[in-house]
Nanobody, 117 residues
């Protein structure tokens, strides 16, 4: 019923910027926390950033100062502004939404970000 769809991923050069978007449909309950995670080709899915209902944010050390997570509650949309991109940022980026009121969470399908010359 709940569906998350990411968009915005593409090929960019090192030092470039991208903004990812995640839209949530079928959300009749309050989304307590939204976040972004990423998975490089041969690695696990890693935490990138989260944002709670109050707007409090958390970031992985590797992206602090370069990435900014935000949300628009009226549209149930989360964003990830990525600046000063590095080749090691290359990964599939996944959106995540947490619904503790029903004890459930959901993942999007992912959007590919490739940072390369």
């Amino acid at each position: 019923q709940v569906q998350l769809v990411e968009s915005g991923g593409r090929l960019v050069q090192p030092g470039g910027s991208l903004r990812l978007s995640c839209t949530v449909s079928g959300s009749i309950n309050v989304i307590y926390r939204m976040g972004w995670y990423r998975q490089a080709p041969g690695s696990q899915r890693d935490f990138v950033a989260t944002i709670g209902r109050s707007g409090i944010t958390n970031y992985a050390n590797s992206v602090t100062g370069r990435f900014t997570i935000s949300r628009d509650g009226a549209k149930n949309t989360a964003y990830l502004q990525m600046n000063s991109l590095k080749p090691e940022d290359t990964a599939v980026y996944f959106c995540h939404a947490s619904y503790p009121t029903i004890g459930a969470d959901f993942w999007g399908q992912g959007t590919q970000v490739t940072v390369s010359s």
